[in-house]
């Protein structure tokens, strides 16, 4: 069974940066495409990016220039590179797997999820 483990959330300032980690425990992490994911209390699980197998990559339009999405195939794992964040930043942070195809900014396209990490970005 798949897990995944996010790490690297934190607390920074406005225009500061983060990294964040998730671990894929499972045999096929090359394969998959996976997404980053976040989420404010009482809101909906909003995606922000996702990466195929072949590496494409693509991005919400509220992150587009400033973050980066990225994965390491031999040591299953996913990044998220966060620069010059902002206040509106401030979330819990999901990575995602088990993509079903369609809209890949779509919380129900993906069926494993990790924990979370949590981001806190002060202006």
């Known amino acids: 069974q798949v897990q995944l483990v996010e790490s690297g959330g934190g607390s920074v300032q406005s225009g500061g940066s983060l990294s964040l980690s998730c671990v894929y425990s499972?045999?096929?992490?090359?394969?998959?495409?996976m997404g980053w994911f976040r989420q404010t209390p009482g809101g909906e699980r909003e995606g922000i990016a996702s990466?195929?197998?072949?590496?494409?990559?693509r991005y919400s339009d509220s992150v587009q220039g400033r973050f980066t999405i990225s994965r390491d195939n031999a040591k299953n794992t996913l990044y998220l590179q966060m620069n010059n964040l902002k206040p509106d930043d401030t979330a819990m942070y999901y990575c995602?797997?088990?993509?079903?195809?369609?809209?890949?900014?779509?919380?129900?396209?993906?069926?494993?999820w990790g924990q979370g990490t949590q981001v806190t970005v002060s202006s």
């Open positions: 995602a797997a088990g993509w079903t195809g369609g809209n890949w900014y779509r919380a129900e396209q993906f069926l494993i």
């Open positions: 990466i195929d197998s072949d590496g494409s990559e």
């Open positions: 499972g045999l096929s992490f090359s394969t998959e495409c």
